[in-house]
T-cell receptor, first 111, second 112 residues
């Protein structure tokens, strides 16, 4: 079955700098790759996603890139702010089936 | 996006007892899922809740321990049976609306 690896497990950046989180997946049939942000005491919130027919997608300060050949995708957050501090999860799925999650990255933005 | 209401938000239970968690969605959805998130860990899929039929369980999860109901396209329950301290986790309901998947706020369960 699908396996998703996520790195790093923790990331600390200065406010205003950029943060990058990377994931790799194992099943070349996977075609949907969402990213979730989870704040303390809350459920995961979908922040951006990308489908396999697209190489890059941006939404304001957040972007996701996908390399199907290498089977990896990345989350990029620019101009980081203290409210970006949270745990971020990547996931992968085949068509509309179950999501398989990465291990999570605890992002801390230092003022 | 679908709005998901999950109840209770938290509970403290005695070992050996059972707890039923409810998940209500504000619109009809095809796919509903139940996840477990152990402290400081990622999300692990327990089962897919199928409307009108038995749930589909992932490896390591069994119906006797985690019975699931889904009587219609907007509601599902997960029961954690005969609880032990190892069942202390956050339990999350999720729905899939086309490609996007959304999560409830979760139920934080502590077993003492």
């Amino acid at each position: 079955g699908e396996n998703v690896e996520q790195h790093p497990s923790t990331l600390s950046v200065q406010e205003g700098d950029s943060a990058v989180i990377k994931c790799t997946y194992s099943d070349s049939a996977s075609n949907y790759f969402p990213w979730y942000k989870q704040e303390l005491g809350k459920g995961p919130q979908l922040i951006i996603d990308i489908r396999s027919n697209v190489g890059e997608k941006k939404d304001q300060r957040i972007a996701v890139t996908l390399n199907k050949t290498a089977k990896h995708f990345s989350l990029h957050i620019t101009e980081t702010q203290p409210e970006d501090s949270a745990v971020y999860f990547c996931a992968a799925s085949i068509r509309a089936q179950k999501l398989v999650f990465g291990q999570g990255t605890r992002l801390t933005i230092n003022p | 996006s679908a709005v998901i209401s999950q109840k209770p938000s938290r509970d403290i239970c005695q070992r050996g007892t059972s707890l039923t968690i409810q998940c209500q969605v504000d619109s009809q959805v095809t796919m509903m899922f139940w996840y477990r998130q152990q402290p400081g860990q990622s999300l692990t899929l327990i089962a897919t809740a199928n409307q009108g039929s038995e749930a589909t369980y992932e490896s390591g999860f069994v119906i006797d321990k985690f019975p699931i109901s889904r009587p219609n396209l907007t509601f599902s329950t997960l029961t954690v049976s005969n609880m032990s301290p190892e069942d202390s986790s956050i339990y999350l309901c999720s729905v899939r609306d086309r490609a996007e998947a959304f999560f409830g706020q979760g139920t934080r369960l502590t077993v003492v």
